[in-house]
């Protein structure tokens, strides 16, 4: 404990972490379980702790539009959403990334109707992996406040240009306490200067923005954007040691790695659900297991090395997620299946996913899945649905 | 305050030029002239419409001034980024500007347009109404007139084009209590720079919406453009109206109207019509203009 620590939920450290970085403008509509942030926010402007304009727009699809508006003019513009909201994005979204607009987005991870649920899967982000925005995936409320910071200096580098998605899982993380360090203003200052850009409109020199293409010209466009999150790597890299120098806290940039240099068996997985990895993998080295965790931080740009690194080590992987694409397999493990094709190694991967519509993955669930990569030479399932209740067509 | 500008006193400076617009297009008329008005010290955003696609071919940018496209339901949003963004920057002296058409603005639009008026953020808003989705190859939009043929409203044995009247947007966007909105046609172009001007130096969201003929669309002659938006004011099928403190003002009160069918019959978008189609859209001016007359100013 020190004089800086606070107890709160994620969604009020996404505030303060938002409050920290300076937006200029906020743009939001509200939904659950985000709601609190905005909420915070407004409460901020109010009180005059944050000096910024904030558009109670009337739809998320605005809330985004409104945010292109006040990135069009070099300004910092933040918002946040979930679920529903998200995909009411899902055009704004592309057009955001395409005309390379850093705006920083929290999006609370909701499950997507119908059944309608208000509580937490990943469905929402991980089904818009193809949006050209980086998504950062984070574990706690202070990862989660952390990374709004460093969110907007790694979409601010011109080298990168790109905007930039901050998931936390909705309920689990966004409204759970939680004792978090606040960083000190001056020093977030330093770290992270008022946005300069030349992609922007201004009186100085006239732009248009947003043009459109011929077919000789447009794939040279998306090139250069596919290069620019690409490229983003090295400085997400970067960013987190700077981070970690100035305020202590680092995330080992792409992945992190947590007891798997002699695992016989690693669950590869995103999100709140690391946390309770991490306490079965302690409990079960105490019995003699060798299980370790690698958590994936950023699903784009996509840590391919690190996945990589790690089959070299390891030839026994989980892929477990809270998301399925329908007709085929959960999107996180078709990514780490591609990033190991054209290594020539023997190695086992399976498919878990579960934690649908805010259903709890317990430490019973995890345990049972490190149970089962161990003991099974080969898998009948290439993806278990963990904890179902039900046969096909029973309900 | 006197808004009126006299088309000699116009700046001969150009804003938007070298543009891929079909010849005698109107649109591009009321987009120069409101420019001309509005001038250097403007973003301008246009959805994805005829006028953003013939200005904005990379590499040949039409907008000599900041200009760029939204999404389609977006330019209300768009703009309220912009002045709000302008306004934290403290960028001072300038306005946010729009230019949709009447898809853009009657129907996908029109929600974003709604919330940016009910903010009441800083803007001047052109609707130019061609009467339908023109971009797209003539389809049936919330604004186009009964009995117009289009490529989804096709005139058969059974069904007379469009089978409904325009939506009163003008009355739609005045009932939000908006600070200034006005109608306006490229056919008396002084009316139109007037209410630009006074849309300029207005507080608040402004709102016009200019007739705008589109010959391609209506399949009228290029010539007759300008000629069609002022008969359309003259036979009563369009008005010239204000909106401000609270209360409408008409502009021009014709004694007589001139004829429908005159107006009509240079559109082969309408040659179709029977003369029941006829019966149908003059009494629904007529009726228009009872309740105007009853409750306007003039």
């Not at chain 2, 000699?8 to 079909?22: I, N, R, S, T, V």
């Not at chain 2, 403190?245 to 021009?252: A, T, W």
């Amino acid at each position: 404990m020190t004089n800086n620590t606070r107890f709160v939920s994620g969604d009020e450290a996404i505030a303060m972490g938002a409050r920290l970085a300076r937006p200029n403008v906020i743009s939001a509509y509200p939904i659950t379980p985000q709601t609190i942030v905005v909420e915070r926010l407004s409460d901020y402007i109010e009180n005059k702790s944050l000096d910024a304009e904030f558009l109670h727009v009337e739809s998320e699809h605005t809330a985004m539009a409104a945010a292109m508006g006040v990135s069009s003019i070099g300004a910092r513009a933040f918002t946040a959403t979930s679920s529903q909201g998200l995909l009411h994005m899902a055009e704004c979204l592309h057009y955001a990334s395409g005309a390379r607009f850093p705006i920083v987005m929290m999006n609370a991870n909701r499950s997507l109707a119908v059944p309608w649920s208000i509580y937490g899967d990943q469905r929402d982000s991980l089904g818009l992996l193809d949006s050209g925005w980086i998504q950062v995936y984070c574990e706690d409320a202070q990862e989660a406040l952390d990374m709004i910071i460093q969110a907007y200096k790694i979409a601010e580098n011109p080298e990168v240009l790109t905007p930039f998605m901050v998931n936390i899982d909705g309920f689990v993380l966004t409204h759970t306490y939680e004792p978090i360090e606040l960083p000190e203003q001056e020093l977030v200052d330093g770290f992270l200067p008022k946005y300069e850009t030349l992609n922007k409109m201004s009186f100085e020199e006239p732009k248009s923005l947003c043009f459109s293409t011929s077919p000789e010209d447009n794939q040279e466009f998306k090139y250069m954007q596919d290069m620019a999150i690409l490229k983003s790597i090295d400085v997400i890299e970067k960013t987190d040691r700077e981070y970690g120098d100035i305020f202590g806290r680092y995330y080992y940039g792409m992945t992190e790695n947590y007891k798997c240099e002699d695992a016989d068996a690693v669950i590869v997985t995103l999100g709140s659900v690391c946390g309770t990895v991490r306490t079965v993998i302690d409990q079960m080295r105490d019995e003699g297991y060798k299980v370790g965790l690698l958590k994936i931080r950023y699903m784009r740009p996509f840590p391919i090395e690190d996945i990589r690194d790690i089959a070299l080590k390891v030839s026994n992987l989980g892929v477990l997620e809270k998301n399925i694409s329908f007709g085929y397999e959960g999107t996180v493990y078709t990514n780490v299946n591609s990033a190991l094709s054209g290594l020539d190694l023997k190695i086992k991967t399976k498919n878990y996913v579960g934690g649908f519509g805010g259903r709890d993955i317990s430490k019973e669930d995890i345990r049972e899945i490190y149970i089962d990569m161990i003991e099974n030479e080969s898998f009948n399932n290439r993806v278990e649905y963990i904890g179902k209740e039900c046969e096909y067509n029973e309900l | 305050m006197n808004y009126n500008i006299r088309a000699k006193d116009l700046p001969e400076q150009e804003f938007h030029y070298g543009h891929k617009a079909c010849a005698g297009c109107g649109a591009t008329i009321a987009l120069r002239l409101a420019m001309k008005v509005l001038g250097e010290r403007t973003f301008s955003a246009l959805p994805a419409n005829c006028m953003s696609a013939v200005s904005f071919i990379y590499p040949q940018m039409a907008f000599t001034t900041n200009a760029m496209i939204t999404p389609f339901p977006s330019t209300a949003a768009v703009m309220s980024g912009i002045t709000a963004g302008a306004k934290a920057l403290g960028i001072k002296n300038f306005k946010t500007v729009g230019f949709a058409g009447d898809g853009g603005t009657a129907d996908i639009g029109i929600q974003a347009l709604s919330g940016a008026i009910d903010r009441g953020d800083e803007m001047v808003y052109i609707c130019y109404d061609n009467e339908a989705y023109m971009n797209t190859g003539i389809q049936k939009s919330g604004l186009t007139p009964y009995g117009t043929k289009t490529t989804t409203t096709p005139a058969g044995e059974n069904l007379p084009g469009s089978i409904k009247h325009k939506k009163n947007m003008f009355e739609i966007v005045a009932a939000h209590e908006i600070s200034y909105a006005a109608t306006a046609s490229i056919g008396y172009p002084n009316d139109f720079l007037m209410k630009v001007n006074k849309a300029k130096n207005t507080k608040g969201t402004s709102y016009i919406h200019v007739f705008a003929s589109c010959p391609t669309g209506w399949g009228a002659k290029t010539e007759m453009t300008v000629d069609i938006a002022k008969e359309v004011v003259d036979c009563g099928l369009w008005y010239l109206a204000e909106y401000e403190n609270g209360e409408f003002k008409l502009n021009k009160n014709p004694k007589e109207f001139s004829s429908v069918k005159s107006y009509l019959s240079k559109q082969s978008r309408f040659k179709h019509l029977k003369e029941e189609d006829l019966e149908v859209i003059i009494n629904h001016r007529n009726k228009k203009w009872k309740k105007i007359r009853n409750n306007w100013v003039f």
